[in-house]
Nanobody, 126 residues
Framework: QVQLVESGGGLVQAGDSLRLSCAAS????????MGWFRQAPGKEREFVAW????????KYADSVMGRFTISRDNAKNTVYLQMNSLKVEDTAAYYC???????????????????WGQGTQVTVSS
């Protein structure tokens, strides 16, 4: 089973950029759609972006469209989230996840993803 470890979070100012990484091990990483989700205190976990197994297809939440970019390097078993023009409302714990079923386009909701990392905190100050 795939295991996921996120890194790259931190404290930044509004307008800054961060790149999150998610390293996968223990499974066949390349067959799965991979996603990023986030959860702010007191709120439900929400979809941010996903990327197809080949990297050819991506999907983004409206709130991050044009600012965030998801990518993957299957040779390194790693998926990335480049976050530009960060806003205070982007503050949350960010989670990497692998789709529940390989080769199937997942719905943009947590239930479609079966393996999760431990999360990395992103805090954006004004």
């Amino acid at each position: 089973q795939v295991q996921l470890v996120e890194s790259g979070g931190g404290l930044v100012q509004a307008g800054d950029s961060l790149r999150l990484s998610c390293a996968a091990s223990g499974g066949t990483f390349s067959v799965f759609y991979m996603g990023w989700f986030r959860q702010a205190p007191g709120k439900e976990r929400e979809f941010v972006a996903w990327i197809s197994w080949s990297g050819g297809n991506t999907k983004y939440a409206d709130s991050v469209m044009g600012r965030f970019t998801i990518s993957r390097d299957n040779a390194k078993n790693t998926v990335y989230l480049q976050m530009n023009s960060l806003k205070v409302e982007d503050t949350a714990a960010y989670y990497c996840a692998a789709a529940r079923f390989g080769g199937i386009v997942p719905q943009p909701r947590p239930g479609s993803f079966g393996t999760w990392g431990q999360g990395t905190q992103v805090t954006v100050s004004s």
